[in-house]
């Protein structure tokens, strides 16, 4: 589009403001556009979340330890529910005590002001009979209006403060005027201020009816200051038989008083009863709470292994019969627990000592069977076959026998660990060179990827070893004749190995079970390697011993992978994994379903870029489980994370998807 210059330019996000012209509410505003995720929202959402944030952020301890400590909850809702009790007791009391005192104020005041309209009327009467036509011929209004200022003033001097009395024209429109003007002016007791102080409503009630009306008012006095009042007003006529209205103003200053005093009672009393129950309510609930507290902590240090911890019991009540029971169930448990460990014990010594003393017959034997073997030339086919079979078993017997005194190692706690500085890439082809002659039988081959870098760690190489060897030796095995992968990585303070075949897989569940002793998926199978089946058990405790992961994952038809993790230097922690559980050519990373075909009829592409996920939080262990084999298989298409958090809480999320037959 043609202009006169180019057009200037629009920015979506926040404006600049070099010049600093943008106050600190338009920045707030325009700050406030971008929501927590990032997406488009109004300028007041944000603001005020903001807002919450920063009133949540010091009530979070509050929160917190109001649902940790029940005696707080308890105390504070007692409190609660006492103050409300109070509150609508004084408000009760309070109406019921100023009802009272307004209707006996109310019967007091039109006594007293009907007594007045009654001497008022008898005056006038009185007056106008004692005075002649002739007297009151040019002096009548004078002497009505002296007249009725000594009536007020006579009205008024009986109350003593206690009431004020107040004469007005009967026409509420026509004020009183002043004397020297030939009419009549408002009077009032006092520095009452009369026009102000009775309402126009009741002034008109007065012109239109002869009896008396009551109606609450405000005296205003001449100083300003104003105070509530009743105002009771009857229309009279005065010694020149003119009307007039004639009003008693009772002032609410006592009431008031006596009424501020009972606040001031159930105030202070209510007070008092709200501390109290909150007092009886803490020391009733910590009778309860504190057992249960000390069962709780005596809970913890059983199952931290302090067996011999009981609670203290006294009385015999609920609570006392609660600690007795809770006593024998500690006691019983410790029993238990005390027979198991002497039974493992025992166990373990059993395995120990049976492997001891087979070893002297097997050596025996296995001499026996050398010399059987050697000249097995000499014999028939049948015993030539026989004694090949004997020299085999026996091999497999010697390794069932190294395989059980290392699992005793493990069990009484006995194994060390000789770590020291190795190049995992020597271990490797150590491992793959024994195993070469194993896989050109089966029609396969053993790939190394990753070995172009040092890939150094403080570990005992016999172990490692014995476990890579183990894995490898297993994947050739069940790799169905296929190529087996061994992909080494080192990252974040952690080396790993991780070994691929593309055999049977394993079937959902499996690659838990994978690492239990003398486990087989397919009891049928045979083992071609004469494996003990107690490979993977002393493979996991090696890793274990090292503060590693040993891991497994697999799919039906499609292969596993079995991934070993160790820290770089012993004793370290580890937080992730260099290589993913889960390959970049499985079948879920390909968009590939079950069947092996396209999800939804659309081929994707194999390769998933590596992905950082956040590492375990310095609290978490784990190394806790590990081992566990639980993949990281997640349910639903799409590209996941790729750096796996070892035998952390994601990857034992989701374990449906592993299987096929397998045996280790």
């Given at each position: 589009?043609?202009?006169?210059?180019?057009?200037?330019?629009?920015?979506?996000?926040?404006?600049?403001?070099?010049?600093?012209?943008?106050?600190?509410?338009?920045?707030?505003?325009?700050?406030?556009?971008?929501?927590?995720?990032?997406?488009?929202?109004?300028?007041?959402?944000?603001?005020?979340?903001?807002?919450?944030?920063?009133?949540?952020?010091?009530?979070?301890?509050?929160?917190?330890?109001?649902?940790?400590?029940?005696?707080?909850?308890?105390?504070?809702?007692?409190?609660?529910?006492?103050?409300?009790?109070?509150?609508?007791l004084g408000v009760v009391v309070i109406g019921q005590v100023r009802n009272g005192l307004q209707e006996a104020k109310q019967r007091a005041a039109?006594?007293?002001?009907?007594?007045?309209?009654?001497?008022?009327?008898?005056?006038?009467?009185?007056?106008?009979?004692?005075?002649?036509?002739?007297?009151?011929?040019?002096?009548?209004?004078?002497?009505s209006s002296e007249w009725l200022s000594d009536l007020v003033e006579q009205l008024a001097s009986g109350g003593q403060g206690v009431y004020s009395?107040?004469?007005?024209?009967?026409?509420?429109?026509?004020?009183?005027?002043?004397?020297?003007?030939?009419?009549?002016?408002?009077?009032?007791?006092?520095?009452?201020?009369?026009?102000?102080?009775?309402?126009?409503?009741?002034?008109?009630?007065?012109?239109?009816?002869?009896?008396?009306?009551?109606?609450?008012?405000?005296?205003?006095?001449?100083?300003?200051?104003?105070?509530?009042?009743?105002?009771?007003?009857?229309?009279?006529?005065d010694i020149e038989g003119h009307p007039y209205q004639l009003y008693y103003l009772f002032p609410y200053t006592q009431e008031e008083k006596s009424?501020?005093?009972?606040?001031?009672?159930?105030?202070?009393?209510?007070?008092?009863?709200?501390?109290?129950?909150?007092?009886?309510?803490?020391?009733?609930?910590?009778?309860?709470?504190?057992?249960?507290?000390?069962?709780?902590?005596?809970?913890?240090?059983?199952?931290?292994?302090?067996?011999?911890?009981?609670?203290?019991?006294?009385?015999?009540?609920?609570?006392?019969?609660?600690?007795?029971?809770?006593?024998?169930?500690?006691?019983?448990?410790?029993?238990?627990?005390?027979?198991?460990?002497?039974?493992?014990?025992?166990?373990?010594?059993?395995?120990?000592?049976?492997?001891?003393?087979?070893?002297?017959?097997?050596?025996?034997?296995?001499?026996?069977?050398?010399?059987?073997?050697?000249?097995?030339?000499?014999?028939?086919?049948?015993?030539?076959?026989?004694?090949?079979?004997?020299?085999?078993?026996?091999?497999?017997?010697?390794?069932?026998?190294?395989?059980?005194?290392?699992?005793?190692?493990?069990?009484?706690?006995?194994?060390?660990?000789?770590?020291?500085?190795?190049?995992?890439?020597?271990?490797?082809?150590?491992?793959?060179?024994?195993?070469?002659?194993?896989?050109?039988?089966?029609?396969?081959?053993?790939?190394?990827?990753?070995?172009?870098?040092?890939?150094?760690?403080?570990?005992?190489?016999?172990?490692?070893?014995?476990?890579?060897?183990?894995?490898?030796?297993?994947?050739?095995?069940?790799?169905?004749?296929?190529?087996?992968?061994?992909?080494?990585?080192?990252?974040?303070?952690?080396?790993?190995?991780?070994?691929?075949?593309?055999?049977?897989?394993?079937?959902?569940?499996?690659?838990?079970?994978?690492?239990?002793?003398?486990?087989?998926?397919?009891?049928?199978?045979?083992?071609?390697?004469?494996?003990?089946?107690?490979?993977?058990?002393?493979?996991?405790?090696?890793?274990?011993?090292?503060?590693?992961?040993?891991?497994?994952?697999?799919?039906?038809?499609?292969?596993?992978?079995?991934?070993?993790?160790?820290?770089?230097?012993?004793?370290?922690?580890?937080?992730?994994?260099?290589?993913?559980?889960?390959?970049?050519?499985?079948?879920?990373?390909?968009?590939?379903?079950?069947?092996?075909?396209?999800?939804?009829?659309?081929?994707?592409?194999?390769?998933?870029?590596?992905?950082?996920?956040?590492?375990?939080?310095?609290?978490?262990?784990?190394?806790?489980?590990?081992?566990?084999?639980?993949?990281?298989?997640?349910?639903?298409?799409?590209?996941?994370?790729?750096?796996?958090?070892?035998?952390?809480?994601?990857?034992?999320?989701?374990?449906?998807?592993?299987?096929?037959?397998?045996?280790?």
């Amino acid at each position: 589009m043609a202009g006169n210059g180019p057009a200037p330019e629009r920015y979506e996000g926040r404006p600049v403001d070099p010049a600093g012209k943008i106050s600190l509410f338009n920045r707030l505003r325009q700050g406030g556009y971008l929501l927590q995720d990032g997406a488009p929202g109004g300028p007041v959402h944000p603001v005020l979340r903001l807002l919450v944030r920063w009133v949540r952020r010091p009530l979070l301890p509050a929160v917190r330890l109001w649902r940790r400590n029940i005696q707080l909850r308890v105390v504070a809702t007692t409190l609660l529910m006492s103050l409300g009790v109070v509150l609508v007791l004084g408000v009760v009391v309070i109406g019921q005590v100023r009802n009272g005192l307004q209707e006996a104020k109310q019967r007091a005041a039109e006594s007293q002001a009907i007594g007045g309209f009654k001497v008022a009327q008898e005056k006038a009467a009185n007056a106008a009979r004692g005075q002649s036509p002739a007297q009151l011929g040019g002096r009548g209004p004078q002497n009505s209006s002296e007249w009725l200022s000594d009536l007020v003033e006579q009205l008024a001097s009986g109350g003593q403060g206690v009431y004020s009395v107040v004469a007005l024209s009967s026409d509420s429109n026509q004020p009183f005027l002043d004397d020297s003007m030939g009419t009549r002016a408002p009077r009032a007791s006092g520095d009452v201020r009369p026009e102000e102080s009775v309402p126009k409503k009741l002034r008109q009630a007065v012109d239109l009816e002869a009896q008396s009306h009551t109606q609450p008012t405000r005296i205003k006095r001449g100083n300003g200051s104003e105070e509530p009042a009743l105002a009771i007003g009857k229309q009279l006529n005065d010694i020149e038989g003119h009307p007039y209205q004639l009003y008693y103003l009772f002032p609410y200053t006592q009431e008031e008083k006596s009424l501020s005093l009972v606040k001031g009672t159930l105030a202070t009393a209510g007070v008092f009863v709200v501390a109290l129950l909150g007092a009886i309510a803490w020391l009733v609930v910590r009778q309860v709470v504190t057992p249960v507290r000390m069962a709780a902590g005596i809970s913890e240090r059983l199952a931290a292994g302090l067996l011999q911890e009981r609670m203290k019991v006294t009385g015999e009540d609920d609570i006392a019969r609660l600690g007795e029971s809770f006593n024998k169930m500690a006691q019983n448990l410790q029993v238990k627990i005390q027979q198991l460990e002497e039974l493992s014990r025992m166990q373990r010594r059993f395995v120990s000592d049976v492997s001891h003393e087979l070893r002297t017959p097997l050596t025996t034997v296995r001499m026996a069977a050398d010399v059987i073997h050697e000249a097995r030339e000499d014999f028939d086919p049948a015993t030539a076959r026989s004694a090949e079979l004997l020299r085999g078993q026996l091999d497999r017997f010697e390794s069932l026998l190294a395989d059980l005194l290392e699992i005793s190692r493990f069990d009484a706690g006995a194994a060390a660990l000789e770590a020291d500085p190795v190049d995992l890439r020597d271990i490797v082809h150590r491992v793959i060179e024994g195993a070469e002659p194993l896989a050109e039988r089966k029609g396969g081959r053993i790939l190394v990827r990753g070995a172009e870098q040092p890939v150094v760690a403080e570990v005992d190489a016999r172990r490692i070893e014995r476990v890579l060897r183990n894995l490898v030796v297993n994947a050739v095995e069940h790799g169905e004749g296929r190529d087996v992968v061994v992909r080494l990585a080192v990252a974040d303070g952690a080396v790993a190995v991780a070994v691929r075949d593309y055999g049977v897989g394993l079937k959902p569940g499996e690659a838990t079970r994978v690492f239990n002793r003398f486990w087989r998926a397919d009891p049928a199978r045979a083992r071609t390697t004469g494996g003990t089946g107690l490979g993977l058990s002393i493979a996991i405790e090696d890793a274990r011993l090292h503060g590693g992961w040993l891991q497994a994952w697999g799919e039906p038809g499609g292969g596993s992978q079995f991934r070993l993790t160790l820290p770089r230097t012993a004793g370290d922690s580890l937080r992730r994994s260099p290589i993913p559980l889960e390959p970049e050519d499985s079948r879920r990373n390909r968009g590939l379903g079950e069947s092996g075909l396209p999800r939804g009829g659309h081929q994707r592409v194999a390769a998933v870029p590596q992905q950082a996920r956040p590492a375990l939080p310095p609290s978490a262990d784990p190394a806790a489980l590990p081992g566990s084999g639980a993949r990281v298989v997640a349910r639903g298409a799409g590209v996941r994370d790729e750096a796996v958090l070892g035998a952390g809480p994601r990857e034992e999320r989701s374990t449906d998807r592993e299987g096929g037959p397998r045996g280790r």
